[in-house]
């Protein structure tokens, strides 16, 4: 995950010198993915080839709405000053990624030309855990 934001309102309840809040929301998050030193193989007679010559890299970016959640409590240690703890879990949508990459390899038995061509599939977790302390001026 590159950036990420959360739109989580919440729900609390005072208790003394304390409020302790939980709240549903949802996450915007932009994820990049890299897939490096992609090789493509084939079995010509009863042999590994390596027919699309050099490495290829992938590389893909994508935007996708999730799901997120807070949960925490603030403690007012006195009126100007207050201790803040929370934590977030945000998921990200399931995001799908084809890569493809033409090749052409003069190398070894054969001259072989074609397409590397893949897909990814994923969806993408973040906790985070914050602790502050925050006084009001």
């Known amino acids: 995950v590159n950036n990420q934001m959360t739109l989580t309102p919440y729900f609390g309840v005072s208790v003394k010198k304390a409020f302790f809040y939980l709240g549903p929301g949802l996450s915007l998050s932009e994820t990049i993915e890299n897939i490096n030193g992609v090789v493509g193989y084939a079995f010509i007679g009863d042999k590994e080839v390596n027919i699309s010559g050099a490495p ?43 890569f493809t990459a033409p090749f052409t390899n003069s190398q070894g038995p054969i001259m072989t030309s074609g397409e590397l061509i893949g897909s990814t599939s994923t969806h993408e977790v973040t906790n985070s855990f914050t602790l502050t302390l925050n006084k009001i001026f």
């Open 56 to 98: 290829t890299d992938f590389s893909g970016t994508d935007w996708s709405v999730g799901f997120a959640a807070v949960a925490g409590g603030t403690y007012f240690i006195s009126s100007s000053l207050f201790l803040d703890f929370s934590y977030t879990y945000c998921q990200t949508g399931t995001q799908t990624n084809n």
